[in-house]
């Protein structure tokens, strides 16, 4: 064990490049505070995940990693490296996996590095941690926490943890009160998007039948989420209802925290395999997360309140992008049916 030394005031802590991933670090981020109470924690981050973190009681500060911008290529690298150096840091712990987490450490002279010894970077790390073998068995949850083990800190729960910002959840509330105005009705969050691949989605006709059926067949408010990627799926989906005003089309209109916000006000979550996925996990809200080439059992919603639907194959999860036997069954398969009786069931329960 490369326990970390006494004395530790001053920590950055790389964070994970993606939404899912960094709701799955909460956890972890949890535990750094609790064996560090009156340290000061900084959080590297990539800028489309700092939103995760705005709110946090455990994050004193956030530094955005701009690899779009000041921060792009080698030569950025330096300049991050030397932005970060002057800030007196004593110990840099990288949840982030890649070589380039350590690199850039190293570049800022950070004493203590403390990280798994994946990607190469052993070297680069003063305080590594071996992988346990049978880490991929378990949920990716467990996998940071573990590497804090490894570090010598005692662990907390692994319950993910999620904040808000008060004016996210206010936008979110009012937004949905236009379209209610005030009665209370169901609000079914649909997210037909991932980031990952194809292979994780399901397909958008499919969304689109779901909506319908929804809007028939209850009085609720059917909320499309996503980026701007993902608006040709919400326009089928506006087209199967018909432009219905009870489907409110957030795709590339918000901000993350925003996004946070309105998924707070969800009474049931429907989703592929996504980073909206676990903030719909961590927030507790009822989820029905759909599942084609990726691994549930690894990366699942961490979380008691949701329903995994998916397709027994063989081939299954393969964990492509895209389906390498060209059929794409473990999606196709899936039938509307399948996905609105495990919407009703969270809404009967609910209810």
């Known amino acids: 064990m490369e326990t970390l030394p006494e004395g530790i005031q001053k920590i950055l802590i790389r964070s994970t490049n993606w939404i899912g991933d960094a709701v799955m670090t909460t956890p972890a981020v949890r535990t750094i505070r609790r064996n560090y109470p009156d340290a000061e924690l900084t959080l590297l981050a990539m800028p489309w995940v700092a939103d995760v973190f705005r ?15 000041r921060h792009a290529g080698l030569k950025g690298k330096f300049v991050l490296a030397g932005d970060l150096r002057g800030q007196g840091y004593d110990a840099a712990i990288l949840l ?31 305080h590594g941690v071996k992988k346990a073998r049978d880490i991929k068995d378990r949920h990716q949850v467990h996998y940071y926490q573990e590497m804090l083990q490894g570090l ?14 008060d004016e996210d959840v206010l936008w979110a509330s009012n937004s949905i009160n236009q379209y209610t105005e005030g009665e209370k009705r169901p609000v079914i969050g649909i997210n037909p998007g991932a980031a990952y691949g194809p292979a ?18 209850t009085d609720g408010i059917v909320v499309v989420f996503g980026t701007n990627a993902d608006r040709v799926a919400a326009g089928r989906i506006q087209e199967a209802v018909n432009n219905q005003i009870r489907v409110i089309d957030l795709t590339g209109k918000t ?13 049931v979550f429907v989703t592929n395999d996504s980073g909206l996925m676990h903030v719909a996990a961590a927030l507790r809200v009822p989820t029905v997360a759909i599942f084609g080439s990726t691994d549930h059992i690894a990366t699942g919603p961490y979380s008691d309140n949701a329903s995994i639907v998916r397709t027994e194959l063989d081939c299954s999860p393969c964990l492509e992008t895209h389906c390498p036997r060209k059929h794409f ?10 996905v609105a009786r495990a919407v009703y069931g969270h809404l009967e329960k609910a209810a």
């Open 255 to 267: 901000t993350l925290g925003q996004a946070l916000g309105m998924i707070s006000q969800c009474s």
């Open 55 to 69: 709110a946090s009681p455990h994050i004193d500060r956030i530094v955005a990693y701009d690899k779009q911008g």
């Open 152 to 165: 010598g800190l005692k662990p907390g729960p692994d319950d993910l943890e999620l904040h808000i910002a």
């Open 200 to 217: 994780k989605c399901w397909p958008a006709e499919k969304y689109a039948q779901l909506a319908e059926r929804l809007c028939q067949e």
């Open 329 to 338: 069954r473990c999606m196709e398969d899936i039938h509307v049916d399948d």
């Open 96 to 126: 982030q996996n890649a070589f380039e987490a350590a690199f850039i450490t190293m570049l800022a002279r950070i004493p203590v590095r403390a990280g798994y010894t994946t990607d190469g970077r052993g070297l680069l790390l003063t």
